[in-house]
């Protein structure tokens, strides 16, 4: 029997705790046949049966083309290493895990094509994902409905998550604090009172610069300009010298990370902004940012929505990143635990309310599962220990503020800091 790790054991407590919170099971459920296409056997409402001998299927939607395609593939890598760690100590009553990956293209309407996908497939029991926040918006209706769970590692606006979506979770911390927490370092730290505010117009882009914004302006700091510009966007010049002419002293962008890094090395070439601070957020805490702004990152700031990391498990984790992978889990991007999380999150509940009918086969009771990933309370993960409020907040840690000096990311400020 395969030795258990320190993960798989964390796993056995977590799901201890949650069946403790969960509504219990029911004691027996019959073997069923096929699936209707909602992922309940048919006339039964709500049921998920794993034949014996098959896999538990999870979904995952992770960005991987788009705005920020080494991101969602960090994300992938991530969720990938959970499977094979629950896998490794032979799953669960014998039954295996598989990741089921798809596109999510950091996109609504892709979102919406991967969450039809997943509703359609009986097989699917829970989705760990999206990466974005407009790609979750966009699966977020269709699993309501479906009754898929799902835990998000990295979408971080607001109101992915609310009292109206009891499927709705994620690892990720909100944009909400982070907004918060940037003007504070702006207007506090750098001692910047007038500051303009760029976006992407995406969901989350736009509404972590919106939060900055409302922050900042209640600090006391006069916003000069509200930009928005568009994914994929190159040529942010024109812009630029509308901001210019306002006169701020720092410009905080909320976006991704190919755009960020144009606008840094822009601002550089636009007058009235030679010396502006640039601030942005953890959609350009990639090396697609620093390659993009060139020399102009230097000096630059970026924010980022850490968690409260357990050394020791961070570190077997990142040796088998690089075992498989062949490249540190910190070049790629920074959600790698929190969507390692995100399956054991998942897992965890699994392992909460499934039962073993007479047949061999494994039966899970959806809304038994959408109940026990909202009980999780208190297991200890790469991230730190985590614990779901009623509206699907799980996340650990908080926000580090980071400069790029020398060509690196180097925290200079906030959570995790002595």
Same mark, same amino acid.
């Given at each position: 029997?395969?030795?258990?790790?320190?993960?798989?054991?964390?796993?056995?407590?977590?799901?201890?705790?949650?069946?403790?919170?969960?509504?219990?099971?029911?004691?027996?459920?019959?073997?069923?046949?096929?699936?209707?296409?909602?992922?309940?056997?048919?006339?039964?409402?709500?049921?998920?049966?794993?034949?014996?001998?098959?896999?538990?299927?999870?979904?995952? =939607?992770?960005?991987?083309?788009?705005?920020?395609?080494?991101?969602?593939?960090?994300?992938?890598?991530?969720?990938?290493?959970?499977?094979?760690?629950?896998?490794?100590?032979?799953?669960?009553?014998?039954?295996?895990?598989?990741?089921?990956?798809?596109?999510?293209?950091?996109?609504?309407?892709?979102?919406?094509?991967?969450?039809?996908?997943?509703?359609?497939?009986?097989?699917?029991?829970?989705?760990?994902?999206?990466?974005?926040?407009?790609?979750?918006?966009?699966?977020?209706?269709?699993?309501?409905?479906?009754?898929?769970?799902?835990?998000?590692?990295?979408?971080?606006?607001?109101?992915?998550?609310?009292?109206?979506?009891?499927?709705?979770?994620?690892?990720?911390?909100?944009?909400?604090?982070?907004?918060?927490?940037?003007?504070?370092?702006?207007?506090?730290?750098?001692?910047?009172?007038?500051?303009?505010?760029?976006?992407?117009?995406?969901?989350?882009?736009?509404?972590?610069?919106?939060?900055?914004?409302?922050?900042?302006?209640?600090?006391?700091?006069?916003?000069?300009?509200?930009?928005?510009?568009?994914?994929?966007?190159?040529?942010?010049?024109?812009?630029?010298?509308?901001?210019?002419?306002?006169?701020?002293?720092?410009?905080?962008?909320?976006?991704?990370?190919?755009?960020?890094?144009?606008?840094?090395?822009?601002?550089?070439?636009?007058?009235?902004?030679?010396?502006?601070?640039?601030?942005?957020?953890?959609?350009?805490?990639?090396?697609?940012?620093?390659?993009?702004?060139?020399?102009?990152?230097?000096?630059?700031?970026?924010?980022?929505?850490?968690?409260?990391?357990?050394?020791?498990?961070?570190?077997?984790?990142?040796?088998?990143?690089?075992?498989?992978?062949?490249? =540190?889990?910190?070049?790629?991007?920074?959600?790698?635990?929190? =969507?390692?999380?995100?399956?054991?999150?998942?897992?965890?509940?699994?392992?909460?309310?499934?039962?073993?009918?007479?047949?061999?086969?494994?039966?899970?009771?959806?809304?038994?599962?959408?109940?026990?990933?909202?009980?999780?309370?208190?297991?200890?993960?790469?991230?730190?220990?985590?614990?779901?409020? =009623?509206?699907?907040?799980?996340?650990?840690?908080?926000?580090?503020?980071?400069?790029?000096?020398?060509?690196?990311?180097?925290?200079?400020?906030?959570?995790?800091?002595?």
């Amino acid at each position: 029997m395969p030795k258990r790790s320190a993960f798989f054991s964390l796993l056995l407590i977590a799901a201890l705790m949650l069946a403790a919170c969960a509504a219990p099971p029911a004691a027996e459920a019959p073997a069923w046949g096929s699936l209707d296409g909602r992922g309940a056997p048919a006339g039964i409402s709500g049921k998920v049966v794993v034949e014996a001998g098959g896999v538990i299927r999870i979904g995952g =939607s992770f960005a991987l083309t788009g705005p920020i395609p080494t991101l969602g593939l960090d994300i992938r890598h991530g969720a990938e290493l959970a499977v094979d760690d629950l896998n490794a100590t032979g799953g669960l009553e014998g039954f295996m895990f598989e990741l089921v990956a798809e596109d999510g293209a950091c996109d609504g309407t892709q979102g919406t094509n991967v969450g039809n996908k997943f509703a359609a497939d009986a097989t699917i029991v829970a989705v760990t994902g999206g990466t974005c926040s407009g790609e979750t918006f966009g699966l977020l209706p269709i699993l309501q409905e479906a009754r898929i769970p799902f835990v998000s590692p990295s979408a971080t606006n607001p109101d992915i998550t609310s009292p109206n979506c009891d499927v709705c979770n994620r690892v990720a911390l909100s944009d909400a604090l982070q907004g918060a927490v940037d003007a504070g370092y702006v207007f506090s730290d750098l001692g910047r009172t007038k500051v303009a505010v760029v976006h992407d117009n995406s969901d989350y882009g736009k509404g972590v610069a919106e939060v900055f914004r409302n922050n900042i302006s209640g600090l006391g700091a006069e916003v000069t300009g509200f930009e928005g510009v568009q994914v994929g966007d190159t040529d942010f010049r024109a812009m630029l010298s509308r901001v210019g002419a306002g006169g701020p002293q720092a410009v905080f962008f909320g976006g991704y990370a190919t755009e960020a890094g144009l606008i840094a090395q822009q601002i550089t070439e636009t007058p009235g902004l030679e010396d502006t601070v640039f601030m942005s957020v953890d959609g350009a805490f990639t090396q697609q940012y620093i390659q993009a702004a060139g020399a102009a990152a230097e000096g630059t700031y970026i924010s980022l929505l850490a968690g409260d990391d357990s050394e020791a498990m961070n570190v077997e984790f990142d040796a088998k990143y690089i075992e498989k992978y062949g490249v =540190s889990p910190d070049e790629l991007g920074a959600f790698h635990s929190q =969507s390692y999380d995100s399956v054991m999150l998942i897992a965890a509940a699994i392992a909460a309310v499934a039962t073993i009918d007479d047949s061999g086969n494994l039966v899970l009771d959806r809304e038994e599962l959408i109940a026990a990933i909202r009980a999780a309370d208190a297991f200890d993960g790469l991230t730190g220990t985590i614990k779901c409020d =009623s509206i699907g907040e799980c996340g650990a840690g908080g926000v580090q503020i980071f400069q790029v000096t020398d060509g690196a990311f180097v925290q200079v400020s906030g959570f995790g800091m002595e």
